[in-house]
């Protein structure tokens, strides 16, 4: 059982940035990443980083987030800058099988862990 707990989420401005935390006990060597939920919309993945480092990231993201862990992969980080009001979503941390991409985070889910999710607004 993995499980996670996200932190940071919250209400910014247009072109504003949060970081979001995830605590991950215990990491069992799992592709690590952040999809989101908009209310009415599907799960769509933002980013992943894999066990071997490899990282992807959607589309939309488009160079403003970065996804990082902590050196005991205990902590999983997703800095968010430039941000748009179609950002808003709940933000879920989540613990996959290797080799999931972003592209694929949002159905993998499924059959790994998540979190509780965090809240993050962006208003115009």
């Known amino acids: 059982q993995v499980q996670l707990a996200e932190s940071g989420g919250g209400s910014v401005q247009s072109g504003g940035s949060l970081r979001l935390s995830c605590t991950v006990r215990p990491y069992r060597g799992h592709c690590m990443g952040w999809f989101r939920q908009a209310p009415g919309k599907e799960r769509e993945g933002v980013a992943t980083?894999?066990?071997?480092?490899?990282?992807t990231y959607a589309d939309f993201v488009q160079g403003r987030f970065t996804i990082s862990q902590d050196n005991f992969r205990t902590e999983l980080h997703l800095q968010m800058n430039s941000l748009k009001p179609e950002d808003t979503a709940m933000y879920y941390c989540?613990?996959?099988?290797?080799?999931?991409?972003?592209?694929?985070?949002?159905?993998?889910?499924?059959?790994?862990?998540r979190g509780q999710g965090t809240q993050v607004t962006v208003s115009q």
């Open positions: 980083i894999d066990d071997d480092g490899t990282i």
């Open positions: 989540a613990a996959v099988r290797r080799g999931a991409t972003a592209q694929n985070l949002g159905e993998v889910v499924d059959w790994g862990y």
